[in-house]
């Protein structure tokens, strides 16, 4: 596959690679981590694939040059290297950005200047449900003033039928994080909706949601499949974002109590259970660390914990909490095998047995790799 930006974007580290020896690749670099943690027990089966790696992406975040152009960051700089089409994008973000980008031309819109802090447009974020057809778009600007909004947005929706939505996040910070606090929806409902494991989920601009939706799929299967759910099961969904896996695992569970320290995802999880009608799960808007303390302090009996941490993996005082609380099960799904060999060496020293390592490709032609691990109480 041809990709003109490929060397100077430096986004899609394997893209020269044939997909079956990047898969292997992957595997190889679990395997290297298991050795060097000493963690001879540990097999690391074959990286389970994805049936198309090209265009999996359901959300995309641009910048722009100047010259009105849209882009990618160059690695490790401020400088945008313009982009018409990518292999990984979703085909319709593409397009969308395109037409946006020829609208910045005609309606003669300011794009911002990081060294001058001047301008008005920061980036446009796309996301796509991928099984609804349905697209948001995010404009992030310096101010909630736009003038000829309307007519921006009437060109923009009469072209592209599936944008249900279009936000306008303000964000003034001089930082380069992306979306700022306060949001103006300018069309539609301010957020949109896909389906996964057969439930249905609200995605507003700031949600979490899996970037390769047919993969996280394939990874919730496998990772639920590991867990031993019979029904009677109180079962703990930590770091749970919009509360995607835990809703997955309620159907096999008396109960599922999801944490999660960011606010507005707690709130989409709330909603995300009340749209599916389901009534054994209860989200808690909190510290996963801190949640997982208390319960131990208060000794809990819980079965089985999902944890799908960030990239930095968790905490010795969670790991000491699950000790404490000794559910039977434990699976952790990381998108850093790095920081989950280092937490599973802790958790080998609490007293659990874990003896397989499966990498899942989340997100084919990087290097990045997910993997799902099962803990059990020895």
Do not use: W
Request: charged content about 25%; some cysteine; glycine content about 6%.
């Amino acid at each position: 596959m041809n990709c003109k930006i490929f060397k100077q974007c430096g986004s899609c580290d394997y893209l020269h690679i044939a997909y079956e020896e990047q898969l292997k690749k992957k595997r190889e670099y679990c395997v290297q981590l298991v050795k060097k943690a000493k963690l001879s027990q540990v097999k690391v089966a074959d990286t389970i694939g994805a049936k198309d790696p090209y265009h999996y992406r359901n959300k995309v975040i641009v910048g722009f040059n100047q010259r009105n152009e849209a882009g990618f960051y160059e690695e490790n700089s401020h400088k945008i290297i313009p982009y018409t089409t990518c292999l990984l994008h979703d085909e319709e973000s593409d397009a969308i950005i395109q037409k946006i980008a020829s609208l910045l031309r005609k309606y003669k819109i300011q794009i911002y200047n990081e060294d001058r802090r001047k301008g008005f447009l920061r980036h446009v974020l796309i996301r796509r449900g991928i099984k609804t057809n349905q697209t948001m778009v995010v404009l992030v600007t310096t101010s909630s003033v736009f003038p000829g909004s309307k007519n921006f947005v009437k060109e923009l929706t009469s072209q592209f039928k599936n944008i249900k939505t279009i936000v306008m996040n303000i964000n003034t910070r001089k930082t380069s994080i992306v979306l700022g606090n306060d949001e103006k929806i300018l069309f539609g409902k301010g957020y949109i909706e896909d389906e996964l494991c057969g439930l249905r989920f609200k995605i507003s601009p700031k949600s979490f949601y899996q970037i390769n939706r047919d993969q996280c799929e394939v990874l919730y299967n496998k990772a639920l499949s590991l867990l031993d759910l019979k029904g009677s099961e109180t079962v703990i969904d930590t770091y749970c974002g919009i509360g995607t896996i835990g809703m997955v695992a309620s159907k096999k569970a008396k109960q599922v109590i999801g944490v999660e320290l960011n606010k507005d995802a707690v709130k989409d999880a709330i909603y995300n259970a009340k749209m599916n009608n389901i009534k054994n799960i209860r989200f808690i808007n909190e510290d996963a660390t801190a949640f997982m303390v208390e319960l131990a302090k208060e000794k809990v009996e819980i079965d089985a914990v999902i944890m799908d941490p960030p990239r930095s993996g968790t905490t010795p005082a969670f790991i000491n909490a699950i000790k404490a609380l000794k559910p039977k099960q434990v699976v952790y799904i990381s998108c850093d095998p790095s920081t989950q060999v280092r937490d599973l060496g802790l958790f080998k020293e609490a007293g659990y047995a874990f003896d397989t390592m499966i990498p899942v490709d989340m997100f084919p032609m990087t290097e990045h790799v997910e993997c799902i691990t099962l803990l059990c109480r020895r």
